[in-house]
């Protein structure tokens, strides 16, 4: 690899030395995946307001451009700019935005391109921190690039990184919403008022070192490394709708421990928590022993440990969440019913919801402690929209083999939606309505770290979708690049990106 490639620990120190002297550093920071003319005319007008010229790269486990993307990986990329007789300096940054670049660079001039002069490039809305950054730094911004060009179009007409299927369906989108107008779709949630009520739990990951079987009752020893308790289920969605509708409340059960109301309050926006503690409920945790991660594998996990309570909420619980589901259903755009199956959604309870909700979408789902008695057709017969995964769809309809297409459009009649889905993990994604039918979207997920969550995910754009009425290609595809983000997470230890999610869908558009 070339001198001029350094590693970025390293970097601010290089850059320093080079400095001495008086010299003005200028600063191109990018993905630069495909070095076309552009490209070159970018660094060359930027080398010349300057003596040196560094580029950092976005490494590419950071970058959200759609699937297959980056296309040359960060040696590639590096080792490319590093060629160009205009750059003195290449990085790459292990960081998803430009703000630790600048920082150790501390340019006299950060450059960017000329399509971000109005903004209408920064499909991240980082820009305004980056020109913070650079002037935190004493530097100044300048516009460059009198030719542009799109690595990302060019990639995609010349070097297909999708497949046939997802291009079609990235082209059918296209034709009724432009990059652009996503983007306004998105941002319009906004404004969005959305009540999860559901099962609130806490995924608690124990990570162990296997040692081997004890001599003496020839059972798996384990050495402990370390442990961290997550929110999830009814909580990893809100966190999730949170990052885009800043209004959504929440209303589960806890119990009276402290560790879960600090968990709570940490993980929600001040005054969207509506739930009900009890010191007779107990606060339910899975616990996951697994193995220590290995990076760019999928985790492993050893076994789990679930603590909870049997049967349904206490009288008085449920009599306390009637109560404020009847102040905070009427001022909802959207309730999402997240049911696990752990006592919540007594029947009282989703009969209340079934008849007030303004729109009601249900994920019915199956787990260990619920399996084949939590079954969506049986437990509710309204619902504008719905999403089940094959296990959930096999027990609904009761028959090992069944023909998933007609069993989803069967479902949705039962249940009267407007939007139905069917997740199967690494296979396909199938989306239904009675006005556009059947849509088809393959996984996006490059590299699977941990399924746990990606359904979740998956329903949370979802109902943000339907609630705003998008077209039910667009909304498959949002509920897709949600996923895809999720396993890439160990369980649900943060919530997905809205940055993230619209850089991967308006680089799908574009």
């Known amino acids: 690899m070339s001198a001029k490639v350094q590693p970025f620990d390293r970097l601010g120190e290089t850059v320093s030395r080079l400095r001495r002297g008086g010299k003005r550093v200028v600063h191109c920071h990018g993905t630069f995946d495909l070095i076309h003319p552009g490209h070159l005319v970018h660094f060359e007008e930027a080398r010349s307001l300057g003596d040196i010229l560094v580029v950092t790269l976005t490494a590419g486990n950071h970058v959200k451009k759609g699937p297959g993307r980056p296309f040359f990986n960060d040696r590639l990329r590096a080792k490319f700019l590093a060629g160009l007789s205009c750059v003195d300096l290449v990085s790459v940054v292990p960081f998803p935005a430009a703000k630790e670049a600048i920082e150790a660079v501390r340019p006299d001039i950060y450059c ?20 913070r950054t650079v002037r935190r730094c004493r530097g100044k911004v300048a516009y460059v690039g009198s030719v542009v060009f799109s690595s990302s179009k060019l990639l995609r007409d010349g070097l297909e990184t999708r497949s046939k299927a997802l291009t079609q369906l990235c082209t059918r989108i296209s034709k009724h919403t432009s990059a652009e107008k996503l983007r306004q779709a998105v941002e319009g949630f906004r404004d969005l008022r959305i009540l999860v009520v559901g099962d609130i739990i806490f995924d608690r990951y124990s990570t162990v070192v296997t040692q081997g079987l004890t001599s003496k009752n020839q059972i798996i020893s384990c050495r402990f490394v370390k442990e ?33 109301s600090r968990l709570m309050d940490q ?22 022993f697994v193995d220590p991660r290995v990076e760019g594998k999928e985790l492993s996990k050893l076994f789990s440990v679930n603590y909870l309570r049997e049967g349904d909420i206490s009288p008085g619980m449920e009599k306390e969440v009637l109560r404020r589901l009847r102040q905070a259903v009427p001022k909802a755009d959207a309730v999402i019913i997240m049911d696990f199956g752990h006592g919540l959604l007594t029947p009282a309870i989703r009969k209340y919801l079934q008849k007030e909700a303004r729109l ?19 437990k509710y017969h309204r619902a504008d929209a719905f999403a089940v995964d094959s296990t959930e769809m096999h027990l609904a309809v009761g028959k090992k083999k069944i023909h998933f297409e007609k069993e989803l459009k069967k479902l949705a009649r039962t249940l009267r939606v407007k939007r139905a889905w069917l997740t199967q993990g690494s296979v396909e994604t199938l989306g239904w309505s009675p006005r556009e039918g059947l849509v088809r979207c393959e996984p996006l997920a490059k590299a699977v770290v941990d399924t746990v969550g990606a359904g979740d995910a998956f329903i949370s754009m979802a109902t ?29 230890e943060k919530p997905i990106s809205k940055t993230s999610l619209l850089k991967g869908a308006m680089s799908l558009l574009s």
């Not at 926006?269 to 503690?277: A, D, I, P, Q, R």
């Not at 009601?360 to 049986?378: G, K």
């Not at 705003?468 to 290609?473: A, E, R, S």
Request: some cysteine.
């Open 112 to 131: 960017k391109g000329m399509e971000y002069r109005d903004k209408t490039g920064d499909v991240s809305g980082k820009l305004s921190e980056d020109i």
């Open 228 to 260: 961290e308790t997550q929110c999830g289920g009814a909580l990893a969605v809100c966190r999730h709708l949170q990052q885009f509708a800043p209004r959504t409340q929440i209303l589960g059960a806890l119990g009276s421990e402290a560790w879960a």
């Open 267 to 288: 993980a929600t926006k001040k005054g969207t928590n509506l739930s009900v503690s009890h010191p007779d409920y107990i606060s339910i945790v899975k616990q996951r």
């Open 360 to 378: 009601l979408v249900v994920n019915c789902q199956t787990n260990s402690n619920n399996f084949a008695f939590n079954l969506i057709n049986r």
């Open 464 to 492: 943000l979708a339907v609630a705003k009425g998008l077209p039910l290609d667009l909304a498959t595809l949002l509920g897709q690049l949600a996923g895809a983000e999720a396993v890439g997470i160990v369980g649900n």
